[in-house]
């Protein structure tokens, strides 16, 4: 999945006006995604539409401005303690995350998930100052939040990741990793974080050589994908294998590495196997899709 040049107007302007949550919140027009465990309430009916609530419905909240609607209308988060926190549920209504959510959702809806999650993670996770352990008052409408002991600003947290579709040299095979954690049950492209000081190229050798062994020829940025879990910026490349036969699992992150043909990645995206591969909410399965689509 791509997500497309923003649909929401994430309505900077208004962050730094006095008391504008409150303000908000008192106006009819104001819609609320409410956020709770880093899911959102869903309709159960199978449409996988957000649920938007009005203010005067939720309790014990965090609040922040997500933005503006396609209206001009503002659209507010209610960050949700775990479990609590007063919220009325229909017996039409569930609770689901964007993995349960497997891509139904529309781009627009899909942005504002993901912004939602993202920041709600932050408000729930980092109440203390990092620097001095002091408590802090929140700022520009949620966006950020001043040390109440040594005055330090804090904004939220994005970690850089690469994740790299490898291809044989003649681009009719895909190497995939099936991750321990997974019980070899699925396969996938190889991922990780860029560490301190490195840049993404690097970070895309050094996974693949230490996930794979497989070293690089050639390489090529694709796109890009939020991924609140807790707080990824997932961005997507494509490579060529110097040498397919070096291709061999780490034995601990990766318990198994296999290069499938285009008819097995075809049979694998239609659910047929021979292995699962990614969900359709995932940058990892819109990078498997755009390389099995090209040729055929």
């Known amino acids: 999945m791509t997500i497309p040049r923003t649909s929401l107007d994430r309505a900077a302007d208004l962050r730094d006006e006095p008391d504008v949550l409150d303000r908000l919140r008192a106006e009819s027009s104001t819609t609320v995604i409410a956020v709770r465990d880093g899911r959102v309430r869903i309709a159960r009916d199978g449409t996988a539409t957000l649920?938007?609530?009005?203010?005067?419905?939720?309790?014990?909240?965090?609040?922040?401005?997500?933005?503006?609607?396609?209206?001009?209308?503002?659209?507010?988060?209610?960050a949700l303690p775990p479990e609590e926190g007063s919220i009325d549920t229909a017996p039409d209504e569930t609770w689901l995350g964007l993995r349960d959510l497997g891509g139904r959702l529309d781009d627009a809806e899909t942005e504002l998930l993901i912004e939602a999650l993202a920041l709600g993670g932050w408000l729930r996770d980092a109440p203390f100052c990092p620097a001095c352990g002091g408590g802090t008052v929140l700022r520009q409408a949620g966006w950020s939040r001043r040390c109440l002991e040594c005055g330090r600003e804090h904004f939220p947290r994005t970690d850089p990741a690469v994740i790299v579709a490898v291809e044989s040299a003649d681009g009719e095979r895909l190497l995939l990793g099936a991750n321990a954690n997974w019980g070899g049950r699925m396969y996938s492209c190889f991922a990780g974080f860029t560490e301190a000081g490195e840049s993404l190229e690097s970070t895309v050798h050094r996974e693949l050589e230490e996930e794979s062994g497989v070293r690089l020829a050639s390489l090529r940025y694709v796109s890009s994908q939020p991924w609140p879990f807790p707080r990824s910026l997932m961005l997507g490349f494509r490579a060529v294998a110097v040498d397919e036969g070096a291709a061999r699992p780490d034995g601990e992150e990766i318990i198994d590495v296999r290069w499938f043909t285009r008819e097995e990645i075809g049979s694998a995206l239609a659910g047929d196997g021979p292995v699962g591969l990614p969900g359709p909410a995932s940058i990892a399965r819109a990078l498997i899709a755009g390389w099995y689509e090209e040729r055929t």
């Open 51 to 78: 649920l938007r609530v009005t203010a005067s419905e939720v309790d014990d909240a965090t609040w922040a401005l997500l933005g503006r609607d396609r209206e001009g209308a503002a659209v507010l988060l209610a």
